[in-house]
T-cell receptor, first 115, second 114 residues
Framework: AQKVTQAQTEISVVEKEDVTLDCVYE???????LFWYKQPPSGELVFLIR??????QNEISGRYSWNFQKSTSSFNFTITASQVVDSAVYFC????????????FGTGTRLTVIP | DADVTQTPRNRITKTGKRIMLECSQT?????MYWYRQDPGLGLRLIYY???????NKGEISDGYSVSRQAQAKFSLSLESAIPNQTALYFC?????????????FGEGSRLTVL
């Protein structure tokens, strides 16, 4: 069975600090996809990234970077030089090829960036 | 206009009332989903549909029913609402060929059951 764990319920950082959001997953599939979504205070869900299980290359997009390590079943998300606009709830999610690609979410990490 | 539209956006109702949340999409996706979000619990899947004739239960389908009226429309019903169904509800769509699980969400429907 699949599981996504985001152990950090809430994190507060001061603006311009770097912050890493942890995500650990469990799956028996060899083919799966990992996602990060952002939910700002306005409530909508914003897609950030998708990574498939065969691609362990880290990815950088501006101030955002993702570290995928199959050996530790982790898909961590780092924000560099955080800004107040980064304040949001961040969800990590997993979809399994055998599970019809339905998305299972972690419980989310609430990030507050203090000016 | 949003690609995935939910109505109503906010609703307050009383225990025992029947409630319907509606979702329509212009993305042309076959797959549609209903999730509910509760504080500290993330998003949990209620029902999903892969096409008009295919409806499937998710993790927490008890107390809910759905109807896929057309490719573009997927509605969620609470036949007799109860207070613990107070939550934020999201409709979503996906394209399994291009998206491999990526979901496109509506803006959410906040339901309060008194």
């Amino acid at each position: 069975a699949q599981k996504v764990t985001q152990a950090q319920t809430e994190i507060s950082v001061v603006e311009k600090e770097d912050v890493t959001l942890d995500c650990v997953y469990e799956t028996r599939d060899t083919t799966y996809y990992l996602f990060w979504y952002k939910q700002p205070p306005s409530g909508e869900l914003v897609f950030l990234i998708r990574r498939n299980s065969f691609d362990e290359q880290n990815e950088i997009s501006g101030r955002y970077s993702w570290n995928f390590q199959k050996s530790t079943s982790s898909f961590n998300f780092t924000i560099t030089a955080s800004q107040v606009v980064d304040s949001a709830v961040y969800f990590c999610a997993l979809s399994e090829h055998s599970g019809a690609n339905n998305l299972f979410f972690g419980t989310g990490t609430r990030l507050t960036v203090i000016p | 206009d949003a690609d995935v539209t939910q109505t109503p956006r906010n609703r307050i109702t009383k225990t025992g009332k029947r409630i319907m949340l509606e979702c329509s999409q212009t993305k042309g996706h076959d797959r549609m989903y209903w999730y509910r979000q509760d504080p500290g619990l993330g998003l949990r899947l209620i029902y999903y549909s892969f096409d008009v004739k295919d409806i499937n239960k998710g993790e927490i389908s008890d107390g809910y029913s759905v109807s896929r009226q057309a490719q573009a429309k997927f509605s969620l019903s609470l036949e007799s609402a109860i207070p613990n169904q107070t939550a934020l509800y999201f409709c979503a769509t996906s394209d399994p060929v291009a998206g491999a699980g990526e979901l496109f969400f509506g803006e959410g429907s906040r339901l309060t059951v008194l």
